[in-house]
């Protein structure tokens, strides 16, 4: 069955990291647009970040940028993201999602709709 699982998440200080994990089962990741996403309850779901399939080119959020760090490991099959300088108002459920292909040829990073899978997600919370 296809699945991506999101790992890492927990409660940390402002000021903070944490990495948080996206791994998938029954495919490889590699070849995948992987994107990240985070949802506060009440608020519009916000694109945090993606990276690419064949140059592992990266798009971030200018929210989150020079702080967030996204990265793929494809002999594990995972993508990471790296939070540091975690802010309060970072702290949401955090989703990994997949699309098969690379950016090339896009103008925008891609939509939660636009990807073929999706991760139940898991929670940041940053507070002291």
């Known amino acids: 069955q296809v699945q991506l699982v999101e790992s890492g998440g927990g409660v940390v200080q402002p000021g903070g990291s944490l990495r948080l994990s996206c791994a998938a089962s029954?495919?490889?990741?590699?070849?995948?647009?992987i994107g990240w996403f985070r949802q506060v309850p009440g608020k519009e779901r916000e694109r945090v970040g993606c990276i690419s399939s064949s140059d592992d080119r990266t798009w971030y959020a200018d929210s989150v940028k020079g702080r967030f760090t996204i990265s793929r490991d494809n002999a594990k099959n995972t993508v990471y993201l790296q939070m540091n300088s975690l802010k309060p108002e970072d702290t949401a459920l955090y989703s990994c999602?997949?699309?098969?292909?690379?950016?090339?040829?896009?103008?925008?990073?891609?939509?939660?709709?636009?990807?073929?899978?999706w991760g139940q997600g898991t929670q940041v919370t940053v507070s002291s």
């Open positions: 999602t997949a699309k098969e292909g690379s950016l090339e040829g896009w103008t925008y990073p891609p939509r939660w709709s636009e990807y073929d899978y």
């Open positions: 029954a495919f490889s990741l590699d070849g995948y647009v």
